[in-house]
């Protein structure tokens, strides 16, 4: 018999296969007419904005803790830095998106550039409305690694972003 997690875990599986699905009718049947490509460059330009004042603000915390893990005189050794992000739009009560980037130090190890990169993530074909604009990291994520079609990223009319630190501890008895 399936315990509960094992269950869960199928049902989020199949989930994600729908919305996958889901995703590839609605991109196909999708047409791209000037009024949604500028309001796709419109997304992509503040998510640059944010995306740099996000990678502004752990690099400066990360310096902050790296010295004060090396000084070795806190209660905290290590740490990590996580960012949130979620995306809405008006037509549903709960995020249409969520997700965590974590940015970690530790002593052997280095950080976790993911949202680090600050070049052209634009992978989009010859062919393709938006082929010559440069994406940042975040609008290439929402339109490539997520199961939201392109008219579900047109919607998004509400970001949240939160930088938590976690000071982490871990000692012998």
């Known amino acids: 018999m399936k315990d509960f997690d094992q269950i869960e875990k199928e049902n989020q599986r199949e989930k994600e296969q729908f919305l996958f699905a889901r995703k590839r009718v609605l991109n196909k049947q999708f047409k791209f007419d000037a009024k949604q490509l500028k309001q796709l460059i419109k997304l992509n330009k503040y998510l640059t904005v944010k995306q740099n004042e996000i990678l502004e603000i752990c690099s400066k915390l990360n310096k902050q803790l790296a010295k004060q893990v090396k000084t070795k005189n806190n209660w905290f ?3 990590e830095i996580e960012i949130y992000m979620a995306f ?3 037509q549903y ?4 998106y ?3 980037c974590i940015l970690h130090y530790s002593k052997n190890s280095k950080i976790n550039k993911d949202l680090g ?3 052209n993530f634009n992978d989009r074909q010859e062919t393709h409305p938006l082929y010559k604009q440069t ?3 975040i609008f290439h994520h929402l339109y490539d690694h997520t199961s939201l079609a392109w008219q579900d990223i047109i919607n998004i ?5 939160e930088i938590v630190v976690r000071y982490q501890l871990i000692e012998k008895l």
């Open 77 to 79: 050794h290590d740490y």
């Open 88 to 90: 809405n739009n008006e």
């Open 93 to 96: 009560e709960d995020p249409i």
């Open 98 to 100: 969520e997700s965590k």
């Open 117 to 119: 990169y600050r070049g």
């Open 135 to 137: 994406h940042c990291y």
């Open 157 to 161: 009319n509400e970001t949240w972003f």
